[in-house]
């Protein structure tokens, strides 16, 4: 069974930057060689929506229109590690992150046509960009 642990997030200023982190554990060898993994985000009264996501085995990767230029996804496979850079915050961009993971589907579709259907989840991680 694939677990995902997130950690990072918090309370910043408009203009900030965080990095958000997501170790998967509970796999044989490094599970980010056999899944596609990303970040989705949930506000209030919003739409989940899929944010980045990678394989790490081909390079693909995906970024939503809202934070293209501002978010880098990368992925330390040795350490079964996504990461979510997160610069030029903004208030909108102020949700409940998680790390998703997937054996199937792909990268576009992941955080896209099928957000919200991944097979495993984070925990979430508050991210809160206010002054």
Not at 15 to 43: E, M, N, T
Not at 50 to 71: E, L, N, P, Q
Not at 72 to 100: G, R
């Amino acid at each position: 069974q694939l677990q995902l642990v997130q950690s990072g997030g918090g309370l910043v200023q408009p203009g900030g930057s965080l990095r958000l982190s997501c170790v998967a554990s509970g796999f044989s060898g490094s599970a980010l060689d056999y899944f596609q993994v990303g970040w989705v985000r949930q506000a209030p009264g919003k739409e989940r929506e899929g944010v980045s996501c990678i394989s790490a085995s081909d390079g693909d990767t995906y970024y939503s229109d809202s934070v293209k230029g501002r978010f880098t996804i990368s992925t330390d496979v040795a350490k079964s590690t996504v990461y979510l850079q997160m610069n030029s915050l903004k208030p909108e961009d102020t949700a409940v992150y998680y790390c998703v993971a997937d054996g199937i589907t792909t990268v576009q579709a992941m955080c896209t046509s099928a957000v919200g259907n991944s097979e495993y989840w984070g925990q979430g991680t508050q991210v809160t960009v206010s002054s």
